[in-house]
């Protein structure tokens, strides 16, 4: 079995920066795209940024400048470096992995959401 477990959420004032980690554990052969979304109330889950195991990377238009994605291939963890919040940034957000497992099963596993909310 795969997990994703993500922490690094909060409240923060608008203008204010925040950390948010996800670490992979389990039966984990290796691990292609990792990434990071997002949902708000009443909105469907979109795309924040992705980072393949080479380190390239891709961002949501509405993060570029703003966000970092990052990953640390030996820990098996991505993580997502938020400066400059905005109010329009509040969500629950989520990390996701494309994991190949030791029977050489790739699948794609989502961690559990990690609530992020920015105050104006």
């Known amino acids: 079995q795969v997990q994703l477990v993500e922490s690094g959420g909060g409240l923060v004032q608008a203008g204010g920066s925040l950390r948010l980690s996800c670490a992979a554990s389990?039966?984990?052969?290796?691990?292609?795209?990792m990434g990071w979304y997002r949902q708000a109330p009443g909105k469907q889950r979109e795309l924040v940024a992705t980072?393949?195991?080479?380190?390239?990377?891709n961002y949501a238009d509405s993060v570029k400048g703003r966000f970092t994605i990052s990953r640390e291939n030996a820990r098996n963890t991505v993580y997502l470096q938020m400066n400059n919040l905005k109010p329009e940034d509040t969500a629950v957000y989520y990390c996701?992995?494309?994991?190949?497992?030791?029977?050489?099963?790739?699948?794609?596993?989502w961690g559990q959401g990690t609530q992020v909310t920015v105050s104006s």
């Open positions: 996701n992995a494309d994991i190949t497992n030791w029977n050489y099963i790739q699948s794609l596993y």
């Open positions: 389990g039966s984990i052969r290796s691990i292609n795209m």
């Open positions: 980072i393949t195991s080479g380190g390239r990377t």
